[in-house]
C-alpha cells in the first residue's frame, strides 16, 4: 500500500499525538491488508492511545489477527470496534503485557474469554478460577487455562476496575485453583497413591497472606496422613510423590512457558528436609528446633488445596505457636539477623533498583508490619491477618501505629507493589528490579496513569514514596513509645504500658521499665527540647536497638542530653548533622570505654558532627597544645590536669572513630581493612600517650626548675610503646636516659633526673576517672633491681659488659617519644649495634632467644586461662608473631634495611619482601596479630577495663562479637574463626621460630 506524502504527514502526526514512539512502524502496521476493515478507525487509535504502550499493542494486535482464521479475525475487528470493555480491556493487557500478547498470538481464540463483563466478572473467587481450569487434564492444558485466567485478572487490573489489593487476592485466588488442579492431574496418574494418604497444602508468603504477585514462587508446606489400613511411611512416600508430580505440573517449563515455581523450602530444616511430614512431625520440629523467620513464615500459612480439613488442623495447630514467638530467648538476635541479612544480599549495583528488599522497599514495609504482629498479636488476636494491608489497619485501629504514619505507609506499599506488578506482567517474570531503559520506564508510568511526562512522573513518585517508608520504618516501632510517655496522643490511640514494655523487650531492651522512664524524661511536656528529643528518638532508638546493648545506649544518651540539654548547639548538632547522631548511637551502645569518656567531657560530642572530627591528631599537634596548656597553667596538678582533658578528649576521638569504623560503616566486615583499623589505633594511642607524658615531664620540671632541668633528660618508649601499637588498655613501656648539663655534677643530675621521674608518676597517677596512663620502666637494665634511670655513657658500659640477648630483643622497639631530642638520637645510635648484629645472631643467642620464649609460654599463662583464645600469651597469639619477626630482625636486620622498625607489621611485611618468609606464612601471621590487637581492642571498649582473653559475660561477648563484624548469636562462629586462625599462625611460629636455623 503506498500514501500520499501528505496523508503519511499527517497520518504521523496523529499517531505521535496518540502516544506512539515508533509512527513510521505504526503506520506500517495499520496498513496491512488484515487491518483493512478498521484502519485509520479514530476509536481503535484512540484506544490504543490510551494504552500503556501503543507501539506494543497494537504489534500484538496484528500478530492475533495474522493468527486467526479469516472468519474469526473479522468478528474479533468488528467487536473491538464496537464493544468499548473488550476494546479497552484486549488493548490494554496487549499494551502492558509482550507475554500474554505471545499467549494471545498462539491461541487468538482466548480473546473471547475478555468479552463478558457481569457482576460476578469483577470479582471472581476460586470457585471461578476452578471452572476457568476445569477442562485441564495435563500440564500443558493447565498452562494454557492458567494463561487464560491470567489474561482475564490481568484485563480488569490495567483497566482499572480492580484495585491491588484485589489483584493481588484474585492472584492468589488462581494461584490456589491452579495447585488443585495440578494436584487433581497428579492424583489422576497415580491412583494407588493417592488412595493411601491424605495431603494437604498449605500456601505460605504472598500466596499464604492472599496478596500475590503476578510472577513469584508460591510458598507451600505439604501435610500428610495414612488413610485407615495404610502405614504412616507408606503413605508419607505416597505423599511425597504425589506433591513432588504436583510441583513439576507447575515449575516445569514447555512451549507454553511456566506457570510458576512451587517452593517448598519453608518447610521444617528447609531443602535438608523431607518434603512432606505428618502434623506431628510438623509440630515436633517447630516446639525444638524452629528459628524465628520460621514462626513469621507461619503467620500467613492458609490451607488452600488436597484435604483443607487436614491443612486447617494444621493451621490451627500451628498458630498458638506463631505468637509465641516473641517470648523466645532468641527472639531479638533472630529479629536483628533477619533486619541485616536482607539488606547485605543485594548486589550494590542493583541497590538502588531493588523495589522489594532495597531502602525504603516493600520487605522494610512487611517486616516491620510482620514484627509488630508477633510483638502485640499474641495478646491482641484483631491483628492475626495474614495479608500485609489488613494488618496495618488492624495495627493503626489499636493504637500500636500512628494512625497518619500507616496512612503514609498504605499508600506507598500499594505504589509500590503496582509498580511491580505492572514490571512483571510485561514479560511474565519474576523480577523486582525498577528498569533502567527509557522505552521500559515509559511504558511503566504510563502503565500506572502517569501521561505528560511518565519517566519523570515516575520517577519521583517512586522516590518519594521509599523515601517516605524509609523515613516511617523505624518511626513506626517507636513513634508509639514517645506517644505513650510523653501523652500528648489521645488515651485511645495510645500504647498501655504493657504492650510498651512488650515492643521495648522485642527490640532488645532487657530493662523496659527503666527505658519507658528514659523516654519520658526526654521527651515529655511541649517544650522546643522535647519536640526536638521527640523527633530524634524514633530514629535512635532504632540504631540502639540494633547494637549489643540498647538499654546502655539510651542511657548514656539520656546522661549527655541532661548534661548538654541546655547548650543550644546540641540538639542542633544531632537535628541537623545527619551523621552525628547516628555516631552518637553507635558509640554510647558499644560499651563502656567510650561513653564514660564521654560522660567526663560531655561536649565531646560535637566531634561527632564534625567530617574531620574523628580524624587522630598527630603528635605534633597534640604536644602543641599540651605543653602550651602546660605554660598557662598554675602549678603542675592544675597542668597535669588539662593534660589529661586533653587525653580524655582525644581518647574519646579515636576510639568514637575505632567504633565507627569497624561498624557503623556501610562496608561489610568481609570488605573493611581490620589491619589499617589497628594501625591507626595504635598510632593514635601511642601518639597520645606520648604527648601525655611530654605534658607532664614539662609541668614537672616548671615545677621544681623552671624551664630547664640540671641534666638533659630523654624518655624512650619500648615494646608496644616505642612500636606505635599500643591498645588502649596497655600500660607505657619506657625507659630513661639523662645527660648532665656543663658544670652539673653526675650526683647533682641524676638526683634531678629521679625526681622529675618520681614527679611525673605522681602527677599521672593521682586520683582521677579517666584510663590511667601506668609508665613501666622493668625492661630497663638489671630490671626492677637496677636503676630508674642512667646516663647514656652508663647505658653503653652496661650493654657493652653485660647485656643479655633478651634485653636485645626488647631494643628492638625501642623509640625516643618526648624529652631532649637529641639525647634520644644518641641512645638509638648506642643501641643500634646492640638489637640489628653484624652478621646477625650466633647458635648459642638463637637457643636461648628460644629457651626464653618457651619459658614464657609455660610459665606466664594465667592459671586456668584457655590457651587457644589468650590472645597476648596463647597459640598463635600476639607474642607468638612478635617473637617469630623479631628473631628475623634480630638475625637480618644488619642486611636489610627494612628490618629495622620498630613496627611488627613493618617488619613482617619488609621479611616477606626480603625473601626470609613466604607470602602465605606472612599473610597468616599478619592476620593472627591483626585479629589478636583487635580482640584486645574490643575487650577495653566493652569492658572499660583492659583483658587479653574473651569475656565470659554473654552481652559483653555480643558486644565484642559485633565490634569484630559478627551478628548476634554467631559468638562461637567468632571464637571458632579464632581458633582457626591462630592455629595457622601457631603452626607457622613453630616452623619459623623453632625451626629456624641460625
Not at 608 to 630: F, M, S
Not at 633 to 644: I, M, Y
Request: charged content about 25%; glycine content about 8%.
Amino acid at each position: 500500500m503506498t500514501t500520499a506524502p501528505g496523508r503519511r504527514s499527517s497520518t504521523f502526526t496523529r499517531l505521535l499525538r496518540h502516544g506512539f514512539t515508533d509512527p513510521s512502524a505504526a503506520e506500517q502496521l495499520l496498513g496491512l491488508d488484515a487491518l483493512a476493515s478498521v484502519r485509520f478507525d479514530p476509536v481503535l487509535l484512540e484506544a490504543l492511545g490510551a494504552t500503556a504502550d501503543p507501539d506494543l499493542a497494537l504489534r500484538g494486535l496484528v500478530r492475533i489477527v495474522e493468527a486467526g482464521a479469516e472468519d474469526e479475525r473479522q468478528v474479533l475487528l468488528d467487536t473491538l470496534i464496537t464493544a468499548k470493555p473488550l476494546r479497552d480491556r484486549l488493548l490494554g493487557v496487549l499494551g502492558a503485557s509482550e507475554a500474554l500478547g505471545d499467549h494471545l498470538a498462539r491461541h487468538p481464540r482466548d480473546w473471547q474469554a475478555l468479552v463478558t463483563y457481569e457482576a460476578v466478572d469483577l470479582n471472581p473467587q476460586v470457585a471461578e478460577f476452578e471452572r476457568g481450569l476445569a477442562d485441564a487434564v495435563d500440564p500443558d492444558s493447565l498452562r494454557v487455562a492458567y494463561r487464560r485466567c491470567l489474561l482475564t485478572l490481568a484485563a480488569r487490573d490495567v483497566c482499572g476496575t480492580t484495585g491491588l489489593a484485589q489483584t493481588a487476592a484474585e492472584l492468589a485466588d488462581l494461584a490456589t485453583a491452579t495447585l488443585r488442579a495440578a494436584l487433581a492431574i497428579a492424583r489422576t496418574a497415580a491412583p494407588q497413591d493417592a488412595a493411601q494418604c491424605r495431603l494437604a497444602v498449605v500456601a505460605m508468603g504472598k500466596c499464604g497472606g492472599q496478596e500475590l504477585n503476578y510472577v513469584s514462587d508460591v510458598d507451600v508446606i505439604f501435610v500428610a496422613e495414612a488413610r485407615d489400613g495404610t502405614e504412616e511411611n507408606r503413605a508419607v512416600q505416597a505423599a511425597t510423590r504425589l506433591a513432588a508430580h504436583m510441583m513439576r505440573i507447575c515449575s516445569d517449563t514447555t512451549v507454553e512457558g511456566t506457570i510458576w515455581p512451587v517452593d517448598a523450602n519453608l518447610r521444617p530444616e528447609g531443602r535438608n528436609g523431607p518434603l512432606v511430614r505428618t502434623l506431628s512431625s510438623h509440630l515436633a520440629y517447630y516446639e525444638r528446633w524452629a528459628k524465628t523467620w520460621e514462626f513469621q513464615a507461619l503467620l500467613k500459612a492458609r490451607a488452600v488445596a488436597g484435604d483443607l480439613e487436614l491443612g486447617a488442623e494444621y493451621v490451627e495447630a500451628v498458630s498458638p505457636l506463631v505468637w509465641q514467638a516473641a517470648d523466645r530467648d532468641n527472639f531479638v538476635p533472630d529479629v536483628q539477623q533477619m533486619r541485616r541479612r536482607v539488606v547485605e544480599n543485594i548486589p550494590a549495583d542493583r541497590i538502588d533498583r531493588e523495589l522489594k528488599l532495597g531502602p525504603g522497599g516493600l520487605r522494610d514495609v512487611e517486616f516491620a508490619v510482620q514484627l509488630l504482629q508477633l510483638v502485640h498479636g499474641r495478646s491482641d488476636a484483631a491483628l492475626r491477618s495474614g495479608t500485609t494491608l489488613e494488618a496495618l489497619r488492624a495495627l493503626a485501629d489499636g493504637g500500636y501505629v500512628g494512625r497518619a504514619d500507616a496512612a503514609q505507609l498504605d499508600e506507598a506499599y500499594r505504589f509500590l507493589r503496582s509498580m511491580e506488578h505492572r514490571i512483571q506482567l510485561y514479560r511474565l517474570r519474576r523480577t523486582h528490579l525498577v528498569p533502567d531503559d527509557e522505552a521500559d520506564l515509559r511504558r511503566l508510568g504510563r502503565s500506572l496513569g502517569m501521561r505528560t511526562e511518565p519517566v519523570a512522573e515516575l520517577t519521583r513518585a517512586w522516590k518519594r514514596h521509599t523515601s517516605v517508608v524509609r523515613r516511617l520504618h523505624e518511626k513506626i516501632f517507636y513513634r508509639p513509645l514517645l506517644d505513650a510517655v510523653a501523652q500528648l496522643a489521645p488515651a485511645e490511640s495510645r500504647l498501655s504500658a504493657k504492650a510498651a514494655a512488650h515492643r521495648l523487650e522485642a527490640l532488645g531492651y532487657a530493662d523496659p521499665s527503666a527505658a519507658l522512664r528514659h523516654l519520658e524524661a526526654l521527651s515529655s511536656g511541649v517544650s522546643r527540647k522535647a519536640a526536638i528529643q521527640r523527633t530524634l528518638l524514633p530514629v535512635l532508638l532504632g540504631w540502639f536497638a540494633d547494637s549489643a546493648d540498647p538499654d546502655a545506649g539510651l542511657l548514656g544518651f539520656r546522661k549527655v542530653s541532661d548534661a548538654l540539654g541546655k547548650t543550644p548547639w546540641y540538639l542542633r548538632l544531632l537535628r541537623d548533622e545527619g551523621a552525628a547522631a547516628e555516631n552518637l548511637a553507635r558509640v554510647l551502645s558499644a560499651g563502656r570505654l567510650a561513653p564514660d569518656l564521654l560522660m567526663r567531657a560531655p561536649e565531646a560530642v560535637a566531634i561527632l558532627g564534625d567530617p574531620e572530627g574523628l580524624r587522630p591528631r598527630t603528635r605534633e599537634h597534640l604536644e602543641q597544645e599540651v605543653l602550651a596548656a602546660v605554660g598557662r597553667a598554675d602549678g603542675a596538678e592544675s597542668a597535669v590536669a588539662v593534660v589529661r582533658g586533653v587525653r580524655r578528649r582525644e581518647l574519646f576521638r579515636t576510639t568514637a572513630a575505632d567504633l565507627i569504623g569497624s561498624y557503623g560503616t556501610e562496608e561489610s566486615p568481609a570488605e573493611q581493612d581490620h589491619g589499617a583499623l589497628v594501625d591507626r589505633v595504635g598510632s593514635a594511642v601511642s601518639d597520645l600517650n606520648a604527648a601525655t607524658i611530654a605534658g607532664a615531664l614539662r609541668a614537672a620540671v616548671r615545677a621544681r626548675w623552671g624551664e630547664t632541668l640540671p641534666t638533659r633528660f630523654a624518655v624512650i618508649g619500648v615494646g608496644r610503646f616505642g612500636g606505635h601499637e599500643l591498645s588502649y588498655g596497655s600500660d607505657a613501656d619506657v625507659l630513661f636516659v639523662h645527660q648532665p648539663r656543663e658544670g652539673v655534677g653526675d650526683e647533682e643530675a641524676s638526683k634531678a633526673a629521679n625526681t622529675v621521674i618520681s614527679e611525673m608518676r605522681r602527677l599521672l597517677q593521682l586520683p582521677t576517672a579517666d584510663p590511667p596512663l601506668l609508665i613501666d620502666a622493668d625492661l630497663r637494665p638489671e630490671g626492677k633491681s637496677g636503676p630508674l634511670v642512667r646516663t647514656l655513657k652508663s647505658y653503653e658500659a652496661y650493654y657493652r659488659r653485660w647485656s643479655l640477648v633478651w634485653e636485645s630483643q626488647a631494643l628492638l622497639r625501642a623509640e625516643p617519644i618526648a624529652g631532649d631530642a637529641e639525647l634520644g638520637r644518641g641512645f638509638i645510635d648506642l643501641i643500634d649495634p646492640l638489637r640489628y648484629p653484624v652478621e646477625g645472631l650466633g647458635d648459642d643467642a638463637v637457643r636461648e632467644i628460644r629457651r626464653l620464649k618457651a619459658r614464657m609460654e609455660s610459665e606466664r599463662m594465667p592459671r586456668g586461662a584457655d590457651p587457644t583464645l589468650h590472645v597476648k600469651l596463647g597459640r598463635g597469639g600476639l607474642s607468638d608473631v612478635e617473637w617469630t619477626v623479631q628473631l628475623m630482625q634480630m638475625q637480618h636486620g644488619w642486611a636489610e634495611p627494612g628490618l629495622r622498625t620498630t613496627r611488627t607489621r613493618e617488619a613482617l611485611a619488609a621479611a616477606c619482601a626480603a625473601g626470609l618468609i613466604p607470602t602465605e606464612e606472612a599473610q597468616t601471621l599478619d592476620e593472627a596479630w591483626v585479629l589478636a590487637s583487635r580482640v584486645r581492642n574490643a575487650v577495653m571498649l566493652v569492658r572499660g577495663r583492659p583483658g587479653d582473653t574473651f569475656p565470659s559475660d554473654a552481652r559483653e561477648m555480643t558486644a565484642v562479637g559485633r565490634y569484630l563484624g559478627y551478628e548476634p548469636g554467631h559468638v562461637g562462629d567468632m571464637l571458632d574463626d579464632y581458633r582457626r586462625i591462630t592455629r595457622r599462625a601457631r603452626a607457622v611460629m613453630e616452623e619459623r621460630f623453632y625451626g629456624a636455623s641460625s
